[in-house]
């Protein structure tokens, strides 16, 4: 990297993953779907700390859609307990790397005791700075428009709304993410190439990556390459893709913590 600089390199402020590929991860080893899960939370935790490093803004993960309830018990279980795990777990490592913690979704498909959780961890890390991370559970796309829109009905409803005043704008002020940057870049891992009513509204003009790779082998290399591939559509400096990756992968913008 001679003459280029980490600060020409087009980094997305905001990136959404598909987290995709722990079942089939699991039964490839001969294991159950859920230990594939269990592997998944490490490659969120490397996600998460490559977020930080590189300087993007939010990190939004899809955990669990609005129709995954549909899966089998024990692993929708399995799941939930994980998640409770998780939270319990991590919530003072974030906070520690000025990480804010926010869940996004239908949080009354929770139990009392993980909605707990929830408040408490958004509590925690509710004015840090370095990255925003959301984790998407219980989300749907169409949900988040139609809770948008039942916003805006209730308020037309108590005199505060004109009908015509509704717009594009006003409704996605009621949306999940409303106060932070659009998605610039999706990527879902696993090798299917479609969105599964993640963020509809949201990636209107996102890029989208889509890699073979299963979510629990998703490291700072394939972050990195994704990347870069993002910033080569819109333009090299003369460089290869590979010159880019490696040049994020040597650079760190956070403090040193």
Known sequence: MDSMTFEQIKIPQHVAIIMDGNGRWAQLRGKHRTFGHKAGAEAVRRAVTFARQKGIQSLTLFAFSSENWKRPEQEVSVLM?????????????????????????????????????????????AENTALTLNIAANYGGRWDISQA??????????????ASEIDEEQLAQHLCLADQPIP??????????????????????????????????????????????????????????????????????????
């Open 81 to 125: 307990d994980l998640f409770f795990t998780v939270l319990k777990r991590e919530v003072k490592k974030l906070h520690k790397h000025n990480v804010r913690l926010r869940i996004i979704g239908d949080k009354n498909g929770f139990s009392n005791k993980l909605q707990q959780r929830i408040t408490e961890a958004e509590a925690l890390t």
């Open 149 to 162: 829109a039942k916003q805006l009905a209730l308020a037309v409803e108590a005199g505060k709304l004109a």
């Open 184 to 257: 610039d870049l999706l990527i879902r891992t696993g090798g299917e190439h479609r969105i599964s009513n993640f963020l509809l509204w949201q990636l209107a003009y996102a890029e989208f990556y889509f890699a073979d790779v299963l979510w629990p082998d998703f490291d700072e290399q394939a972050f990195a390459t994704a990347i870069a591939d993002f910033s080569c559509r819109e333009r090299r400096f003369g460089l290869t893709s590979e010159q880019i990756q490696q040049a994020i992968l040597d650079t760190d913008v956070t403090s040193g913590e």
